[in-house]
């Protein structure tokens, strides 16, 4: 199995509302999260990445609804229960932040073998739930990155 690129995409999906999806990791139980998920390729793009972990995690086609590139990227300490899906020597991830807005709380397909779980929150109640301090983070600045959006 080819390593993992340590450059991913976080895609923080919400409502007009500001009710976030949150996934529940199968391999841990307990860590919620939003949309991850690395390049599958150094030459695809960001976009591309986004879209097709967005179905591959929830069966939402993005590309029917607003997908907005944040311009902000993180770069964070890949957890050592991971690192060895990445290169020898691999320590950081860039994760790139997109925002998706879907008109309603919709239902999902979750993919099995990587979520257990879902709900739809309150944005601060959602932050509070992730286990990833860069995607609570990215959470909270769901007010300030919706209305940027719309404009």
């Given amino acids: 199995m080819p ?5 991913s995409v976080l ?5 007009p509302e500001r009710d976030v999806l949150l996934l529940e990791r199968a391999d ?8 991850t998920g690395s390049k599958d390729s150094v030459e695809e793009d960001l976009r591309s ?20 590139d944040w311009q902000l990227a993180n770069i964070y300490e890949i957890y050592p229960v991971w690192r060895h899906r990445y ?3 691999v320590t950081h991830n860039k994760e790139h932040v997109f925002g998706l807005c879907v008109p309603t709380r919709i239902s999902v397909t979750l993919a099995p073998r990587e979520h257990t779980q879902y709900q739809w929150l309150p944005f601060a109640e959602a932050a509070d739930r992730c286990f990833s301090p860069s995607n609570a983070e990215a959470i909270l600045q ?10």
């Fill in 3 to 7: 390593y993992k690129i340590p450059e």
């Fill in 11 to 15: 895609v923080v999906i919400y409502t």
């Fill in 28 to 35: 841990r139980p307990g860590f919620w999260q939003s949309v």
């Fill in 49 to 68: 990445t986004a879209v097709r972990e967005v179905h591959e995690e929830t069966g939402i086609d993005a590309s029917t609804f607003d997908l907005f």
């Fill in 87 to 89: 290169a020898p020597g």
């Fill in 142 to 151: 769901l007010p300030q990155r919706h209305i940027l959006s719309k404009n």
